[in-house]
């Protein structure tokens, strides 16, 4: 399988306090075409920095080599509430990604548009909607709606579920799920909650104080971590969940 | 006589020209030493319940019918000088965001002490002991040091502990916790969740504990209710609710639960 | 109850203003008397069945004065926020939205103008282009723009690192389409609010302006230059100085309390 991302020797320095901090430490890896990629840590850890660099949205401090080999890599984010513009319906939210990039006329845009609402399993209704109107649920399906129009072969999904009440969340992965076996995207997951990444990815990679810790497949981070970190991090999964 | 008993508990907002209900006939009881869970999403009605059972919902627009009765005493018609007697010292609470619960400007030894100087008369030297020790029994590896820090100067899950040292502090029957770990990394949550089990098996304090994390109320409680938009839905053992859940909701929440690659069976 | 509160205030402000306005709009066609016609029988007269405010100290009318002089007013003060909006709305959303040294300079310069007292500007302005009303508008016009570019910025800055315009980024959209198209419409409620309130101190502003003697030149009727006639007569027809300051203050009052009752 063809690589879908390339990263090698990425840091992200800030400076804090007239001193030197790095958020992102040395980090490489590569994500395959069409897999799901996860990445476990914990708040401060530094995935988000490393998401923003690896997109450019991070303009300064960044180190390293990042290479892409899909158009126009797209992203979800956490919280549903600043993801979508307060100000514009929803049938401009899904037509923009189409209108900036693609000469589709006006026909072709809300074709697609229906298309794609069909995907996320939406009714064609909540076109008139403002993103205040919807539920948190509704939201997210709208946020994964957009990112994909522009058919995008590499997402990053940042902890999409864990600002959505419980019984949401599984149905949003589901949905996640089904898009990634229709759509074959490759898609970096990032999230806290480790039985999340379990479900969904077949790689998983480890990040603490800005490093990867461990990568590799699932069943060996999960089952035989070598780093220390990582088997604390197991044991808790372990007590936390079980009885 | 149980502790704790709350019978038919309703509570409705007026708000311009509607009157919102928040929560519909919550029964609930409890006895010595229990751990309740209450199980719900967002809008269940699991936090108004924990506010009204700690006092702090007396906003004069939300009305409150029904009853709280703790050792005898119905809170909801009580004169205020007995429930400040008890709420904030028989009972005492312990929120979901550390850093918000914690006034900025203050150290956190002094604030670990407000309990015992609103609801005792010691010396400062004798509270400061207390404080320490209360801050060494929350396994604060440097309970000196913690007590002279300020808030923002303790991690996320320093300062959880230091809260349940304050709850703790002037020895409650009841400790009502409201999403303590959800604002916390996975590791800390599976200690705080450790310490808890420890306080209420040596000191016998009950401890009513609000989440929206099923499988967690389930490695902590005995008991759980479960709630959905204000009303309860089900309740009983945690065993019987997650191996033999009757309602429909309480069977969507577990199945919504993320398989866990680690329990076998 | 808080909803009856607010519709009270709404009403009266609706009335108040209304009231200035419907006096605005017929002076533009017709006045009761020329307001510019001196007539010395009826020197600092009160008011009369025929002049409903009194006479001032030159014996014109001064009901029909202050019809021409609201209208004055509400010129210079309406100008006056459309240059501040509009030019704050540019100066804002450049450098809220840019950021880097464009932004620290700008801030700098603006920070300036905001601690210069507005009279002293407005002397330089009036002492290098003359007295009258576009020079006092140019003037009060600058003084404003300052307050209008720090909300503009702050409120771009707020937008600019919400997710969704990282999103629209990743889309590939231009810079001049994010600001355009993303970053402005969400701008509205900022600028009403500011709008509602900058246009309560042009009006004080001009007419405080007016009073030193700044705007609209003699014999042409301000209601802050009114005032100040008014001023020397105080004491043998106070009516000269009250009826403009009345109308001063219906003006703002009925502005900020309709503003208050769309509160939301």
Redesign the interface.
Known sequence: MADILEVKNLSVKFKKDKKDFYAVKDVSFTVKEGEILGLAGESGCGKSTLSRAILGIQKKGVEGYVKHYAKRPQMVFQDPAGSLNPAKKISFILEEPIKVKGNFDKEERKRRVLDMLKKVELSEEILDRYPHELSGGQRQRICIAAALMQEPRFLIADEPVSALDVTVQSQILKLLKKLHAELGIAILFISHDLRVIYDLCERVMVMKDGKIVEMGEKEDVYFNPKDDYTKSLMNAAKTKYVK | MSMLTVKDLCIKVHDRKTTDTLVYDVDLSMDKGDILGIVGESGSGKTMTALAIAGLLSRHDMEKSGQIIFEGINLLEVERKVLRKIQGNEITMVFQEPLNSFNPLKKVGWQVEEGLRVHTVMDKCEMKERAIEALRDVELSNPEAVYNSYPHELSGGMRQRAMIAAAMIIQPKLIIADEPTTALDVTIQAEIVELLKRINKERGTAILFISHDLSLVNTLCENVLVMQNGLVVESGRCENIFNNPKEDYTKKLISAIPKNPFYKG | M??KNKRVKFIIGCVLTGLVFIMMLSGIFYTPFDPMEMDPSTKLMGPTLSHIFGCDNFGRDIFSRVMVGVRETMLVAGSVVIIGTLVGTIVGTITGYYGGWLDEIIMRLNDAVLAFPSVLLALLIIGLLGGGRNPLILALGIAFVPSFARIVRGEVLRIRN???I????????SDL?IIFV?IL??L?TVLLSSVLIGFNNAVLAEAGMSYLGMGVQPPNPSLGRMLSEAQAYIFSNPLNAIFPGIVIVMMILGFSLMAGGLEK
Not at chain 3, 166 to 173: E, N, W
């Open positions: 808080k909803d919400l997710d969704f990282q999103c629209v980024k990743l889309y590939g959209a389409r993303h419409p969400n509205k």
